[in-house]
């Protein structure tokens, strides 16, 4: 890497990633110090993707090689691969790419020195979100052949996936002088180009500005600079009240909200003027209440909590009709992730935020990393708000996405109906009780001892996650079979075994941990023993996933039912089409 890029790279992190903590180094040493299981082993969530080529993780939390590269490969090892490379490929067309990776592995195992095995399965593997694992197998590929076009375009797309434009560029230009007719490759490269010397741009105007995008807002308003022209906006729903006085600020009835999501169904927008005061008045609840937000489940009340719903309007207004409307005596949780990707992100953003302008105390919303600034920039949502609603609603959302709360602490109030917990052993319970923390990634785990308390004392707002320190484990980690510590797939954050999952839980007095964060291909899993429950909320996440969505709904004796939905049609807008051209794997 040239000290030209290194400088650029180290300009460019802090934007990127967040300003909490410094970029962490991605060498290939970061992985060699010793393990200690009280502390993650690496020293920032931001992991070195390439030092897990070929490398898996055991049963101890140690790495381990995956395959032998010094196997003797025979005739028949290499026909057994081949067939086993179609099977695979069949397997990806039909978008199960859980079985494409099995089969791409087992091929491996025949034959590990076939460039292709590696570089398909980064595919796949890129599909189920886990680009750090794609950029190992994509590096393996180009170890195995260095004039692979295709394996560095695909390590390419999965740097550029997990924020790192600056390591993704050498790629494509390699890419391309390669092979000069990798017109994807050429594309790539010059869009890339573009985010970083706007990442530079917007880097360089920002320095001095201290009014937040609300603040500025708030005083368009009252200054009359932001009125509703109800004879040119024409909206096709009731207005919120509005009191009668010049610039005065709306109130929510509930008339208006749910006309405002049948108008959505149906194509209809909102005016500006409405969208600023859906989003201020949301911010109005939300700042209002802590990090760590309580809630007890009253009896006859029933509590559903939603995964991530990525921009896929149509699939939300499924799913509302599935669950019923919020009320006093149904509570709704969106667990993060309401945008990017789904090209209705902004539809998804003002029906969860009006429902809890409208119902603050029925419904919460729980930041995800998608509720940050780089991933916006990357995966939609900037250019949809921007094409929407223009830049200034753009930066009242990303203003008040760092005022979310960062997870939901759920009590029965009821006994349990059961001893049992979702796995084989009794629930963990409090004062008797059952208990769940809900929070879009997984709980603060890098080390022993994390307690409530300490979420409680986050200082969210205002903040981008960072690269390491509870805030950003809280949007980032993901929970991992081994036990013990370990690296993320994906790229970013840290993985969690069952051992990490039940002492947490133990010493917060937690029956379960609640996250959302990955595709599951059921929309939910039971794991760690039932200690660790994901839920996704996406069903055929980016229309290519093949996935089921689903949702959980608790009762107040802190029982659990899981409730599976299947995609929707939607118009003919593709995912990402709001991206700038951008085509990646999910994330």
Not at 97 to 102: C, G, L, R, T
Request: glycine fraction near 8%; hydrophobic fraction near 35%; charged fraction near 25%.
């Amino acid at each position: 890497m040239s000290e030209e890029h290194n400088e650029l790279h180290s300009s460019l992190s802090e934007i990127i990633t967040g300003v909490e903590s410094n970029v962490a180094s991605t060498s290939s040493s970061a992985s060699s110090s010793s393990f200690n299981d009280d502390i993650t082993p690496f020293p920032s969530p931001v992991l070195s993707a390439t030092s897990l080529a070929g490398l898996s993780l055991s049963s101890d939390g140690e790495l381990e090689p995956e395959v032998d590269d010094s196997k003797i490969v025979t005739e028949e090892d290499k026909q057994k691969a081949l067939e086993l490379k179609a099977e695979a490929n069949k397997a990806f067309g039909a978008k199960d790419f859980n079985k494409s990776i099995d089969l791409y592995t087992q091929a491996i195992a025949l034959n590990p020195k076939d460039s292709t095995f590696w570089n398909n399965r980064a595919m796949s593997k890129a599909k189920m979100e886990e680009h750090g694992a794609a950029i190992a197998d994509a590096t393996k590929a180009i170890e195995l052949n260095p004039n692979y076009s295709k394996a560095y375009f695909r390590r390419g797309q999965s740097y550029l996936a997990i924020l790192r434009p600056t390591d993704a560029v050498p790629d494509f230009k390699k890419a391309i002088s390669v092979d000069p007719t990798n017109k994807a490759a050429r594309e790539q490269l010059q869009l890339t180009v573009k985010l970083i010397r706007k990442i530079e741009f917007e880097k360089a105007i920002s320095v001095g500005e201290t009014e937040t995008a609300s603040s500025k807002c708030l005083s368009l308003i009252s200054s009359g600079a932001c009125t509703l022209d109800i004879n040119t906006a024409k909206p096709e729903f009731p207005l919120p009240i509005i009191p009668n006085e010049p610039n005065g600020r709306y109130k929510p009835t509930e008339e208006f909200v749910k006309g405002m999501i049948e108008s959505f169904k149906n194509g209809g927008k909102v005016p500006k003027r409405i969208a600023w005061e859906i989003i201020l008045g949301c911010r109005s609840v939300i700042e209002k209440e802590s990090t760590l937000v309580e809630i007890s489940i009253p009896e006859g009340v029933t509590c559903d909590i939603i995964g991530d719903t990525h921009g896929q309007f149509f699939d939300v207004h499924n799913l509302l009709s599935m669950t019923t409307h919020p009320s006093e005596s149904h509570y709704m949780i969106f667990n993060g992730d309401l945008v990017d990707r789904g090209s209705w992100s902004v539809e998804v953003a003002l029906t969860v935020f009006a429902y809890k302008w409208l119902y603050p105390d029925y419904v919460f919303i729980n930041r995800g990393n998608h509720e940050t600034n780089d991933m916006n920039k990357v995966y939609g949502f900037e250019g949809e708000c921007k094409a929407k609603l223009g830049e200034m609603t753009f930066k009242l959302f990303a203003d008040v996405f760092t005022s979310l709360p960062l997870a939901v602490l759920v009590s029965a109030t009821q006994p349990p109906a059961s001893p049992r917990s979702e796995g084989s052993q009794p629930a963990i319970l409090s004062e008797g009780k059952r208990r769940f923390f809900v929070c879009h990634g997984g709980p603060p785990v890098s080390k022993d001892g994390v307690t409530l308390d300490e979420v409680r004392k986050i200082d969210r707002f205002g903040r981008q996650p960072g690269q390491e320190g509870i805030m950003c484990e809280m949007l980032w980690t993901d929970p991992q079979e081994p036990i013990g510590r370990g690296p993320s797939k994906r790229g970013v954050g840290l993985g969690f075994g069952p051992d990490v999952t039940k002492r947490w839980c133990e010493l917060n007095k937690i029956t379960a941990v609640i996250r959302s964060h990955e595709v599951r291909a059921d929309g939910y899993a039971i794991e760690h023993d039932g200690l660790c429950i994901t839920v996704f909320s996406c069903p055929n996440y980016c229309d290519s996933t093949g996935n089921k969505a689903a949702y959980i709904r608790m009762q107040s004796n802190g029982s659990l039912s899981y409730h599976q939905f299947d995609a929707v049609p939607h118009p003919d807008v593709k995912p990402m089409a709001y991206s700038s051209g951008f085509n990646l794997g999910g994330f």
